[in-house]
């Protein structure tokens, strides 16, 4: 691993706080990459803080999550049978998502973790992100005994502070290594997000020159999901981020704004991926530290 005072120079200071909500207090901090690390990491973030046992559904951003537990019962709700959870002890990583899932938790929940970009999960996992799409593995899975030594590193710490600089040390170390990334598939990833998911595809193929059919087989074998599903799910988290701040009687003008035929459209959209409608999300929002996520009920079973 590289030394952390090496990596502290990519990382922008550590913003902290705090945040009541009706379940109890939580504190927060988070790290922002400096070039090149941003290239490959959007935020280092940790969390630390307590609610009675519930579910919350958890909703696609279209990044890829690097997560560990410092302290807690954290469990990914079984989509066929909801009476099962598997339960996640240590670090785990959550691929690309297309639709959302239910996560069950209680009493404390201490977490770090990573929000990675595609390229950047391909480079710090050494695997294609089409096989960790609509998936959740164990970190211990891919990475074996430095799993196990950044887990122990990182709770070893002293503070947040230490915590997300010694796991920017472990992402900036691996993203570092060469792998066989496509650049065009890149420069379409990125050319959806500069226009939030509205620019058309046989645009986007012609762009670069290839016919639909090609531009979908690429945007599969290295992404794992096909351009459309990556600009649809760029479009839902441009409105993620647009609820976090508009009221019901502006729904229809982000529609419009978000690329969306009409508001009809957009909230036909967000049931398909969320799960559940805006109303529900904006009532399940617990806490501003982050978007995507809400309540579902506030009590589960324990079975693991």
Same mark, same amino acid.
């Given at each position: 691993?590289?030394?952390?005072?090496?990596?502290?120079?990519?990382?922008?200071?550590?913003?902290?706080?705090?945040?009541?909500?009706?379940?109890?207090?939580?504190?927060?901090?988070?790290?922002?990459?400096?070039?090149?690390?941003?290239?490959?990491?959007?935020?280092?973030?940790?969390?630390?803080?307590?609610?009675?046992?519930?579910?919350?559904?958890?909703?696609?951003?279209?990044?890829?999550?690097?997560?560990?537990?410092?302290?807690?019962?954290?469990?990914?709700?079984?989509?066929?049978?909801?009476?099962?959870?598997?339960?996640?002890?240590?670090?785990?990583?959550?691929?690309?998502? *297309?639709?959302?899932?239910?996560?069950?938790?209680?009493?404390?929940? %201490?977490?770090?973790?990573?929000?990675?970009?595609?390229?950047?999960?391909?480079?710090?996992?050494?695997?294609?992100?089409?096989?960790?799409?609509?998936?959740?593995?164990?970190?211990?899975?891919?990475?074996?005994?430095?799993?196990?030594?950044?887990?122990?590193?990182?709770?070893?710490?002293?503070?947040?502070?230490?915590?997300?600089?010694?796991?920017?040390?472990?992402?900036?170390?691996?993203?570092?290594?060469?792998?066989?990334?496509?650049?065009?598939?890149? %420069?379409?990833?990125?050319?959806?997000?500069?226009?939030?998911?509205?620019?058309?595809?046989?645009?986007?193929?012609?762009?670069?020159? %290839?016919?639909?059919?090609?531009?979908?087989?690429?945007?599969?074998?290295?992404?794992?999901?096909?351009?459309?599903?990556?600009?649809?799910?760029?479009?839902?988290?441009?409105?993620?981020?647009?609820?976090?701040?508009?009221?019901?009687?502006?729904?229809?003008?982000?529609?419009?704004?978000?690329?969306?035929?009409?508001?009809?459209?957009?909230?036909? *959209?967000?049931?398909?991926?969320?799960?559940?409608?805006?109303?529900?999300?904006?009532?399940?929002?617990?806490?501003?530290?982050?978007?995507?996520?809400?309540? *579902?009920?506030?009590?589960?079973?324990?079975?693991?």
């Amino acid at each position: 691993m590289l030394n952390p005072m090496d990596t502290a120079v990519l990382l922008f200071e550590t913003r902290a706080g705090r945040l009541t909500t009706p379940d109890g207090g939580w504190q927060f901090a988070t790290k922002v990459p400096r070039p090149p690390l941003d290239r490959w990491v959007g935020k280092l973030w940790e969390l630390d803080g307590g609610c009675p046992p519930a579910r919350e559904r958890e909703l696609p951003r279209g990044d890829i999550s690097l997560i560990i537990n410092l302290e807690g019962r954290h469990a990914v709700v079984d989509a066929t049978d909801p009476r099962r959870e598997h339960v996640f002890k240590d670090a785990w990583v959550t691929g690309l998502q *297309e639709r959302a899932f239910l996560t069950a938790s209680g009493g404390r929940a %201490w977490l770090c973790g990573a929000r990675l970009t595609v390229e950047g999960a391909y480079r710090l996992f050494g695997v294609a992100p089409r096989e960790l799409a609509n998936t959740i593995v164990d970190l211990d899975a891919l990475h074996g005994a430095a799993a196990r030594t950044l887990v122990e590193s990182v709770r070893n710490a002293p503070t947040a502070d230490r915590r997300l600089t010694l796991l920017g040390a472990y992402i900036a170390e691996r993203a570092a290594y060469s792998c066989k990334w496509d650049g065009a598939v890149e %420069w379409a990833l990125k050319r959806i997000a500069s226009t939030r998911g509205c620019v058309p595809i046989l645009s986007l193929a012609r762009e670069i020159g %290839w016919s639909r059919e090609h531009l979908h087989r690429r945007f599969v074998n290295q992404v794992g999901l096909g351009p459309k599903t990556c600009a649809q799910l760029a479009r839902f988290h441009s409105t993620l981020l647009a609820l976090e701040h508009q009221s019901d009687d502006g729904l229809a003008a982000a529609a419009q704004r978000l690329g969306y035929f009409d508001q009809a459209h957009l909230a036909r *959209e967000f049931r398909a991926i969320a799960g559940t409608t805006i109303t529900d999300y904006r009532r399940g929002r617990q806490f501003g530290t982050d978007y995507g996520f809400a309540r *579902e009920s506030k009590s589960h079973s324990s079975k693991s």
